[in-house]
């Protein structure tokens, strides 16, 4: 069964803050996890690219797993206002398949100068 | 870097309309996919391809259907354009089992 929840927001924070956005899933086969940005008008991009329990940094960004929880989050630290998108998590089973990835809905992030 | 490219980036259309949208990619990718993506509703897979010639239906197959003739190019055609159509249109490619990377997107619109 195909299911990622992620609250759609919107987030609305001032700018400076750290920023947690957070999805939940109930599949224990999903073993790939990332996280993309997508700006009004615009493409998803991708972001952040993980496979294990733990946590990933790649600059203000922080992806953490949970596999025990089924929780994956995203932090981005001192946030500014070009942080301003919707960020969907996505997700793909160990092993497979070309049907894709599964995604959120996205989280509608504002960053409030 | 992987580039991903869709014909139109906005594409105004009558009701009745045979719509062709293409996408191209660089990167050697053996998937390819159509999504469509509505607020509140997220992204929706329409149609994949795996290999050329090879397809597969998606979640919302109904009024689509595609054409994967060569390795970077996935065509997605509306037979018959409805007003329910209108929509963003976002073509995606990946290597067989990993993240996708996603074109600019086609905002659709059916008078």
């Known amino acids: 069964q195909k299911e990622v929840e992620q609250d759609p927001g919107p987030l609305s924070v001032p700018e400076g803050a750290i920023v947690s956005l957070n999805c939940t899933y109930s599949?224990?086969?999903?073993?790939?996890f990332m996280w993309y940005r997508q700006y009004s008008r615009k493409g998803p991009e991708l972001l952040m690219y993980?496979?294990?329990?733990g946590n990933k940094e790649d600059g203000r960004f922080t992806a953490q797993v949970d596999k025990s929880s089924k929780y994956i989050s995203l932090f981005i630290r001192d946030s500014q206002p070009s942080d301003s998108a919707t960020y969907l998590c996505?997700?793909?089973?160990?092993?497979?398949?070309?049907?894709?990835?599964?995604f959120g809905k996205g989280t509608h992030l504002i960053i409030q100068p | 870097d992987v580039k991903v490219t869709q014909s139109s980036r906005y594409l105004v259309k009558r009701t009745g309309e045979k719509v062709f949208l293409e996408c191209v990619q660089d990167m050697d990718h053996e998937n390819m996919f159509w999504y469509r993506q509505d607020p509140g509703l997220g992204l929706r897979l329409i149609y994949f391809?795996?290999?050329?010639?090879?397809?597969e239906k998606g979640d919302i197959p109904e009024g689509y259907s595609v054409s994967r003739e060569k390795k970077e190019r996935f065509s997605l055609i509306l037979e018959s354009a409805s007003t329910n159509q209108t929509s963003m249109y976002l073509c995606a490619s990946s290597r067989r089992t990993d993240t996708q990377y996603f074109g600019p997107g086609t905002r659709l619109t059916v008078l």
């Open positions: 996505a997700m793909i089973a160990s092993g497979g398949g070309a049907d894709g990835l599964t």
């Open positions: 391809s795996y290999d050329v010639k090879m397809k």
């Open positions: 993980t496979y294990s329990s």
């Open positions: 599949n224990s086969a999903f073993q790939y």
